[in-house]
């Protein structure tokens, strides 16, 4: 768990300059581009942030070409006049798409999806589907199929970031107006008002350098196990799938397949249970409303705050301002989290099992590889815990993806896939340890309530009969 959400450290992947600075300046190494005209933090700023940059607008106007300097003022005004909500996500857009066209640390650069990797695309989701079919009892969830750039990625899943991002901003950015006495925040109105603009550009400069990157390694709109794209659309980025399956020693089309597989799996669950996304998504609000904020921190901030140096402000969120409660209902938010998003994988991961195994020779190999990607907590999760403070790795897969298949030998697809009916049918994270004496128990309990209804059916309404007059009293007692 990362003790410090919006940790304002950015990814070693970063481009050192945006695209303004690429076009304009050619000639300009990549130090001292606009992409980070105001003291971020980001790598290669330009002095910005270094010792003895004690005006950083100075330092940020004196690396500037001219041609820049309308960018530069134009960014500026944005940051400090942005209302919007605790994220600037005008600007998390903008930074997230000048990432993804600077290309990866392997050097990969994004670029339109040709035809032919449409059609590769639809073709795969389309036998992914057919191949489903015999593995589970839920129908397709997937209206179309489509393949996106990392361009497009980014487009299509910035409304789940927002909904998953904003609680946890909007707690730093109330506590921001909070940490002054009532009496002098009418005084201090412009300077919270300043503050809070900054914060939203900052949390927006991190988020939009986060997505960025993780848009040069997810292969499709499920991979951290939560759907963030547009529902009943599967989504494959043939790039990234060319650079997962480089160095596998397996058919590009096999591992397309594969990952078609997963994504069409994601897609029916979150389909046809209709409340597994709300679940998923509440899991991670109830886990943010338990970060808690060094309000004694923040007030010095605050009073010692110079608008002429909006770094200080970073400097001190980077300090370990968010710090999560050690409570039982924070420890309890976690713990449902994580079996939530392991049961989730794990149903995916037997599931596409059983559908890959007859049918492609490389399906054991790219089940390992996919669950070691998940286990080691690659870019993608390592991302999200600078988002929002957590780590989303299930990192109990394997016992989820053994349970599954316990349930499927003991009682068919159709009684394993009808636990999803409910949560509170669901494993929890003890049955995880014991999926044997779940599956067993549950057999127990369904024949049992089986019985009941049948008896039920038979019977009067006993809670009218006592509303009218207390008979039946001695059914109660039998």
């Known amino acids: 768990m990362s003790d410090t959400p919006f940790g304002f450290g950015l990814p070693p992947e970063e481009p050192d300059d945006g695209d303004e600075g690429k076009k304009k300046d050619p000639q300009s190494g990549g130090g001292q581009g606009p992409a980070n005209p105001f003291g971020f933090g980001m790598p290669g700023a330009g002095g910005f942030g270094g010792p ?51 290309g990866t640390a392997e050097g990969s650069k994004d670029a339109s999806v040709g035809p032919a990797d449409r059609r590769a695309v639809e073709e ?9 079919d015999d593995a589970t009892s839920l129908p397709s969830g997937a209206n179309s199929a489509v393949a996106w750039s990392r361009a497009e990625w980014v487009e299509a899943t910035l409304p789940a970031w927002r909904e998953l991002v904003d609680p946890v901003a909007e707690r730093v950015g109330n506590a921001m107006g909070d940490v002054l006495p009532e009496e002098m925040q009418a005084m201090a109105g412009p300077l919270i008002g300043m503050m809070r603009s900054m914060g939203g550009a900052m949390f927006g400069t991190q988020i939009g350098q986060a997505v960025g990157v993780l848009a040069g390694e997810v292969v499709g709109s499920s991979d951290i196990g939560l759907p963030l794209g547009p529902a009943g659309r599967a ?17 590009q089309e096999e591992v397309r397949l594969y990952l078609a597989l997963r994504e069409a799996a994601h897609q029916r669950l979150f389909a046809h ?16 409303r338990g970060i808690k904020v060094d309000t004694g921190k923040l007030e010095d901030v605050v009073g010692q705050f110079d608008p002429q140096n909006p770094e200080q402000l970073q ?26 998003l392991a049961l989730v994988e794990g149903w995916v991961d037997a599931v596409v099992h059983a559908a890959a ?53 003991a009682r068919g697809v159709d009684g394993r896939d ?6 509170d049918m669901l ?21 049992e309530l089986d019985k009941m209804l049948g008896e039920a059916a038979g019977k009067p309404d006993l809670k009218k009969k006592d509303e009218g007059g207390g008979e039946n009293k001695g059914d109660d007692a039998e």
Not at 235 to 251: M, Q, R
Not at 418 to 423: F, K
Not at 430 to 445: N, Y
């Open 52 to 102: 003895g940059a004690d005006n950083p607008f100075a330092a940020m106007f004196g690396s500037l070409n001219p041609n820049d300097l309308g960018a530069a003022f134009q960014q500026l005004g944005q940051m400090l006049s942005y209302e919007g909500g605790p994220v600037n996500w005008d600007m998390a857009k903008q930074i997230a798409r000048q990432t993804v066209s600077q």
């Open 124 to 132: 795969a989701v389309r036998l992914a589907d057919l191949w489903l």
């Open 235 to 251: 989504a494959l980025l043939p790039l990234n799938i060319e650079t997962f399956g480089k160095d596998l020693g397996v058919p």
């Open 273 to 288: 249970v209709p409340w597994l996304r709300s679940h998923l998504f509440g899991a991670v609000d109830g886990y943010a």
């Open 315 to 340: 400097e001190a969120l980077q300090q370990g301002m968010f710090q999560p409660e050690d409570t039982p209902e924070q420890k309890a938010a976690l713990a449902r989290l994580e079996t939530a």
């Open 357 to 409: 195994k007859p049918r492609l020779s490389s399906a054991d190999a790219l089940r390992e590889t996919l669950r070691r990607r998940r286990a080691s907590g690659g870019p993608a999760e390592q991302t999200f815990a600078t988002l929002i403070g957590l780590e989303l790795r299930p990192r109990r897969l394997r016992d989820a993806s053994r349970l599954w298949a316990s349930l499927t030998d």
């Open 418 to 423: 009808a636990l999803w009916a409910h949560p």
């Open 427 to 447: 494993p929890t994270a003890t049955d995880l340890d014991d999926p044997d004496g779940f599956v067993h128990r549950e057999q127990i309990d369904f024949s």
